[in-house]
């Protein structure tokens, strides 16, 4: 009788732990979209992995600017080669500025970030409004066990933005975002 209750109770928890396991980026995303609508830009924060978003988003500018190099066809021209060295040498600064909690926030709004954004949240700091659309659509999906994917699809906007998450120990921290290329 014994050995039967412990069995139950050993698969009950086994399965609340794996339960917790499946279930927790969704609770996390419903915990940062909870902290976005609260304007808790702090917990929004604390679930992104700076240096791994950092690297992320400068390889992303620095291919977007190869990409666009490359389709104007500027192999020749000096000036333009300067240019796109001077320009890569400034993704730095640029994404030590762009990379806010508030700007994350916003592209989990379905809000696509402008020049004006930035210059906003760069004077006014945790001070942005976030905007409210309502035809935002959320793509949640794992990507292996480790990884898990949103995909935020504004309906004013062609293309997605992608957030990928990461287990870190039993929390899941923001480690890239995939914006759509500049054109």
């Known amino acids: 009788m014994f050995l039967i209750r412990l069995k139950k109770i050993a698969i009950l928890f086994c399965l609340l732990c794996f339960g917790y396991l499946y279930f927790s980026p969704y609770v996390m995303f419903y915990e940062l979209q909870h902290a976005i609508g609260q304007g808790n830009y702090n917990a929004i924060f604390q679930s992104m992995s700076l240096p791994d978003l950092q690297q992320n988003m400068e390889s992303q500018i620095d291919t977007d600017l190869m990409y666009q190099l490359s389709r104007e066809g500027t192999g020749d021209n000096n000036f333009a080669n300067l240019g796109s060295m001077i320009a890569s040498s400034y993704t730095y600064n640029l994404v030590k500025q762009v990379l806010t909690p508030q700007n994350i926030a916003l ?60 287990r870190d120990g039993l929390a899941w921290k923001l480690k890239a975002v995939n914006l759509p290329r500049i054109s």
């Open 107 to 166: 592209l989990m709004m379905g809000h696509y970030l402008t020049n004006r954004d930035v210059i906003d949240h760069q004077f006014s700091f945790f001070q942005a409004q976030i905007p409210t659309t309502t035809d935002v659509l959320y793509e949640k999906h794992y990507d292996s066990l480790n990884q898990f994917s949103v995909c935020v699809q504004n309906g004013d906007q062609d293309e997605p933005v992608y957030f990928h998450f990461a």
